[in-house]
């Protein structure tokens, strides 16, 4: 029995590490399906505050600490205003005009921005593999987010064509999808911050709360028919989403992120855009341009280089000292002397 128990906690540790990006993909789908027959601030709030009630229901059944100071609600107020408001936000403005696969590669290169938090605050180096991972994914989200006419143009030598036109990101909706990113990845950083003062379980149910409200305020005074025209499969994936995709897998993500490695733990991130395209061409069957995966795939190399960095270094690092110190073949071994 101790035997069999041990192989289980081994095969679901990797799951319980996958388990967000899993939950956030097929999320990003569902959510694309209702998205259409509903508002964007609605739908942010509706899958926050929920998801929110619900994480600090758990906590309190776990009998965790509710934040006592001033300073540990004003990280909480911080982390709700980066990844519940601003992130849930541009979230929703930008799946409302790009399609779920291509909106999570986009959202989940947010290991990127990560790397370089990272740096500046916690003094993690970059390194010559990590910089060239950043110069990937500058390619490879340019490939993803601009109109494929720009980038042939610009190969082209047409550049002067584009120019004046940055609107368009916002108007189709990559704009907020990386404005969301960062937005997200900022959030993230602030946990190891939040957990200083407060249990990140507790801090990610409130940072839900306090995100979602002014959402669900912008819903009451600027949208109309929040839901009036959802059905009944709207509603069945609107659940999912909120309980699913928020209040499970923010809950497990977060509390990973306080206890692993930051760097290491997202650089699982690149998951989540596999699961949504697979989901995506399953359920809504979209398709991307052949630019946009060449972009996803220089994303996807990227967000590797970075996280890997450590390890590809030593890997260069031995195999050149090997090289350099192999012995040089004898001459009259080699028969060139005689």
Same mark, same amino acid.
């Given at each position: 029995?101790?035997?069999?128990?041990?192989?289980?906690?081994?095969?679901?540790?990797?799951?319980?590490?996958?388990?967000?990006?899993?939950?956030?993909?097929? @999320?990003?789908? %569902?959510?694309?399906?209702?998205?259409?027959?509903?508002?964007?601030?609605?739908?942010?709030? /509706?899958?926050?505050?929920?998801?929110?009630?619900?994480?600090?229901?758990?906590?309190?059944?776990?009998?965790?600490?509710?934040?006592?100071?001033?300073?540990?609600?004003?990280?909480?107020?911080?982390?709700?205003?980066?990844?519940?408001?601003?992130?849930?936000?541009?979230?929703?403005?930008?799946?409302?005009?790009?399609?779920?696969?291509?909106?999570?590669?986009?959202?989940?290169?947010?290991?990127? %921005?990560?790397?370089?938090?990272?740096?500046?605050?916690?003094?993690? @180096?970059?390194?010559?593999?990590?910089?060239?991972?950043?110069?990937?994914?500058?390619?490879?989200?340019?490939?993803?987010?601009?109109?494929?006419?720009?980038?042939?143009?610009?190969?082209?030598?047409?550049?002067?064509? /584009?120019?004046?036109?940055?609107?368009?990101?916002?108007?189709?909706?990559?704009?907020?999808?990386?404005?969301?990113?960062? @937005?997200? @990845?900022?959030?993230?950083?602030?946990?190891?911050?939040?957990?200083?003062?407060?249990?990140?379980?507790?801090?990610?149910?409130?940072?839900?709360?306090?995100?979602?409200?002014?959402?669900?305020?912008?819903?009451?005074?600027?949208?109309?028919?929040?839901?009036?025209?959802?059905?009944?499969?709207?509603?069945?994936?609107?659940?999912?989403?909120?309980?699913?995709?928020?209040? /499970?897998?923010?809950?497990?993500?977060?509390? /990973?992120?306080?206890?692993?490695?930051?760097?290491?733990?997202?650089?699982?991130?690149?998951?989540?855009?596999?699961?949504?395209?697979?989901?995506?061409?399953?359920?809504?069957?979209?398709?991307?341009?052949?630019?946009?995966?060449?972009?996803?795939?220089?994303?996807?190399?990227?967000?590797?280089?970075?996280?890997?960095?450590?390890?590809?270094?030593?890997?260069?690092?031995?195999?050149?000292?090997?090289?350099?110190?192999?012995?040089?073949?004898?001459?009259?071994?080699?028969?060139?002397?005689?």
């Amino acid at each position: 029995m101790p035997l069999k128990n041990a192989k289980l906690n081994l095969l679901l540790t990797p799951l319980f590490l996958i388990s967000p990006f899993f939950l956030w993909g097929t @999320a990003m789908v %569902a959510m694309k399906g209702a998205i259409a027959h509903t508002s964007p601030f609605f739908l942010a709030s /509706i899958r926050l505050l929920p998801a929110g009630v619900l994480v600090l229901l758990v906590a309190m059944y776990m009998k965790l600490p509710q934040p006592k100071t001033g300073k540990a609600w004003l990280w909480i107020g911080l982390f709700a205003l980066l990844d519940g408001l601003m992130f849930q936000g541009f979230l929703a403005l930008g799946l409302e005009r790009t399609g779920a696969g291509l909106g999570s590669v986009m959202i989940d290169s947010q290991p990127i %921005a990560i790397a370089l938090l990272c740096s500046f605050l916690f003094g993690e @180096a970059i390194g010559l593999w990590g910089g060239l991972g950043l110069l990937v994914g500058v390619l490879g989200i340019s490939f993803i987010g601009l109109p494929d006419a720009w980038i042939v143009n610009f190969f082209q030598g047409n550049a002067s064509e /584009i120019s004046g036109n940055w609107q368009h990101l916002l108007n189709n909706g990559q704009g907020f999808m990386l404005l969301a990113a960062l @937005a997200m @990845a900022t959030g993230t950083v602030s946990i190891r911050y939040v957990a200083r003062h407060v249990d990140p379980i507790v801090a990610t149910g409130w940072h839900m709360i306090l995100g979602g409200l002014p959402l669900l305020a912008f819903s009451v005074v600027g949208e109309t028919q929040q839901w009036q025209s959802l059905t009944a499969s709207d509603g069945l994936a609107l659940a999912y989403a909120t309980i699913f995709g928020t209040a /499970i897998a923010y809950g497990i993500f977060f509390y /990973i992120a306080n206890q692993e490695n930051l760097t290491s733990f997202t650089a699982l991130t690149f998951l989540t855009p596999v699961f949504a395209l697979l989901f995506s061409h399953l359920l809504l069957s979209e398709v991307l341009s052949g630019l946009q995966w060449l972009g996803v795939s220089l994303t996807l190399v990227s967000i590797f280089l970075i996280n890997q960095r450590d390890r590809i270094s030593a890997f260069w690092r031995n195999w050149s000292e090997w090289t350099w110190t192999l012995p040089l073949q004898n001459p009259k071994e080699s028969g060139t002397v005689k």
